[in-house]
Structure formats: structure tokens, C-alpha cells
């Protein structure tokens, strides 16, 4: 409460937003895989965020957004902005990386369906653990400390290009990413990683392309290069997003496996396609396919897990904006899996989301 006083007083335009997310899930089967809950209540999980954006003047914003959910109490972003050009401006501290389009809207506000899609899933897939699919592509919110510079160039009258390029701390781990000491403020190691991403953009379409790279390991040893490409296309009243990804992560060749070591490393593919369809001014109805693929050397410990495994989920959804700031979510999924001792789950999801 301070805050929003002193900023005012001291002559800063300071905006504010929050966003609040409860859901519950049912897993149908014997055993069913669970998910963490910070409220201690198996299927029910909570995501809360809040938001300020102080501006300075001449150029300058300071952003500074803290959230809580699966992964714990995390500092989203701190970072101080300064807009120089309409195409070059610079922004250095806690950020979001710029990889991939879901990664922009990851807030529960922002998108459609009650679960993020694959390649970008942490806490709430199935078979959560590293030796399994090790909870997708990339983690949405990518949080990091680093640089990033980025802008816009007009292309004709309606047409633009956007780009962003970052040199940040990297993801972390010891054999194969852990995403939860990726989101230590500390390096384990002396390398930078860096990455882009560059969207161009119609009135109603975009297309886009993201690539990082970095080193991961105490090390400095292990490699791992990721890239994507994203679509988007709008057709009142339909929308169109889908998204593929790759990572390829080097191993330990020390480590002891259960398969012979042929290439020390893995290669790991998720994408989604997504159909929203408005039928009514409150009411969407959610059509969404995605999957994730990984080939090779599965970590030590890994349980009935094949060097290529593949999980695929199909689901349908329904969202209903109750009024601007409350919306209700709710669908249905269909997982499958091969290359894993995992039977085929039927999952259903409700949500509750508000934000102001």
C-alpha cells in the first residue's frame, strides 16, 4: 500500500494489474499421476500475480511483477526499461525471455484454455518428473536475469517487423535441465546463453521464429540449442495459434544409463495447434492438439521410459468471460502415451480466473 501512495507522490505514472487462477483437475484410472499444490489439496492448484509499472519519464519504466503457483514464489520481472527508438530499445534485469509466442501471454488471463500447452508445461502435465518428459520444451514463465534489446520496423503502410535479442543467465541443471534451479538468481556456471526472437506481423496474422543456446552445466561442458516457430491468424470469429518446438540437450557421457551410450544427448519435439472459436460475446469454444516427442538416451532412474517416447493430448474447452475482470474455464483431455508404462487418461479441468 506504500507503494502505490509513494509513486504518485513522487511523480511516477505507475500502472497496475494483478490476475488470480484456481483450478481443479480429475484424473481418471488406478494411481493417477498428481500434481504439486501450494494449497496441499491433490488436483487443486493456484496462480497468483501482481504487477507495477512505474514510468519515469524521458524513456524510462521500471516493471517489477511477482507471482505464485506450482513453481513456488518467484520475482517474474524487475527489470528497468529504456525506449530509445520505435526500432532499438533496451531493457536489463529480471525478465521474460523472449522465446516463443505462448511464452508473451503465460498469465491465466491471456489464454483460453485452463492448461498451458505441452512444450511449455511444468507442474501441471502428467508423468511430472525429469526422467520422464521433464516437464516439456521450455518453462512458461521463461524467467531469467540478463540483457535484452528489441524493436519494431515498419515493412509498408500495415505490415511490421519485431525483433528481440538477449544475452541471459541460461538454463540450469547437472544432467538435463532442472527448471527449478533455472530459476535461481545465481549462475552455476561462467557462460552466458543467448537467443532471438523475430515476429512479423499483419493486421490480423504473424508469423515468427525464436532460437537459443547456451551452456548449462557446473561445468561449462554440456550444450543445449532450442528453437521454434509460431502462427497466428485471426478471422472474427475464429482464431488460429499453433506452435512448434525443438531442444537438444547434451548428457552426462559419465553418467551410468541403462541403454548403451551411443550419442550423449537428446533431442526433444512439442508442438500445438489451436482453434478458438467465439460463438457468443461471453462464451469460446476451444478446439487444441498437442504433443511432445523425445528420442534418446533416457536419464538414470528413468522407469519404463523407451530412448523414444511420445505423449500426445487432445482437448476440448470452453471458456466463459462472466464479465471484463472474471472468467470461468473448463475442459475436457484425452492423453496417450508410448515409449512409457503410462495408461491412456482421461482428465477433466474447471478454472476460475480474475484480473483487474
Not at 274 to 288: E, F, H, I, N, Y
Not at 310 to 325: D, F, K
Amino acid at each position: 500500500m506504500l507503494l502505490v501512495w509513494a509513486l504518485p507522490a513522487l511523480g511516477f505514472d505507475a500502472t497496475f494489474a494483478g490476475s488470480a487462477s484456481v483450478d481443479y483437475r480429475w484424473v481418471s484410472g488406478d494411481a493417477p499421476p498428481v500434481n504439486p499444490s501450494p494449497l496441499g489439496i491433490t488436483g487443486l492448484t493456484l496462480e497468483v500475480a501482481q504487477k507495477v509499472v512505474a514510468d519515469v519519464g524521458h524513456g524510462i519504466s521500471f516493471s517489477v511483477k511477482a507471482c505464485a503457483g506450482c513453481h513456488g514464489l518467484e520475482v517474474d520481472q524487475a527489470f528497468a526499461e529504456a525506449h530509445v527508438t520505435p526500432w532499438f530499445n533496451v531493457r536489463a534485469g529480471r525478465l521474460n525471455v523472449p522465446f516463443g509466442e505462448f511464452n508473451v501471454r503465460h498469465d491465466p488471463t491471456n489464454f483460453s484454455t485452463p492448461s498451458k500447452p505441452l512444450p511449455y508445461a511444468m507442474g501441471d502435465m502428467l508423468r511430472y518428473t525429469r526422467s520422464g518428459f521433464n516437464l516439456g520444451i521450455v518453462p512458461a514463465p521463461y524467467v531469467d536475469n540478463g540483457l535484452e534489446a528489441f524493436g519494431s520496423l515498419p515493412l509498408g503502410a500495415v505490415n511490421q517487423l519485431d525483433y528481440s535479442v538477449y544475452l541471459v543467465k541460461g538454463l540450469n541443471g547437472s544432467n538435463d535441465f532442472d527448471f527449478v534451479a533455472s530459476r535461481a538468481f545465481l549462475d552455476n556456471n561462467r557462460t552466458p546463453a543467448f537467443g532471438a526472437r523475430v515476429v512479423l506481423t499483419g493486421p490480423d496474422w504473424s508469423l515468427g521464429a525464436s532460437g537459443s543456446a547456451g551452456l548449462y552445466d557446473a561445468r561449462d561442458t554440456l550444450w543445449y540449442v532450442m528453437g521454434g516457430a509460431e502462427f497466428y491468424l485471426r478471422a472474427d470469429p475464429v482464431t488460429v495459434r499453433a506452435e512448434a518446438l525443438f531442444r537438444r540437450t547434451d548428457l552426462d557421457p559419465t553418467a551410468t544409463y541403462a541403454y548403451q551410450v551411443v550419442d550423449a544427448w537428446f533431442l526433444k519435439v512439442g508442438w500445438y495447434a489451436q482453434v478458438d472459436v467465439q460463438v457468443a460475446k461471453p462464451v469460446t469454444l476451444v478446439l487444441r492438439s498437442d504433443g511432445l516427442w523425445r528420442s534418446g538416451l533416457p536419464l538414470p532412474g528413468a522407469v519404463d521410459v523407451s530412448p523414444q517416447a511420445l505423449v500426445l493430448r487432445q482437448t476440448a474447452a470452453v471458456l466463459w468471460r462472466v464479465e471484463e475482470h472474471f472468467a470461468i474455464k473448463a475442459d475436457y483431455e484425452l492423453w496417450t502415451f508410448s515409449g512409457v508404462a503410462e495408461p491412456m487418461r482421461h482428465l477433466a479441468r474447471v478454472a476460475v480466473v480474475g484480473g483487474y
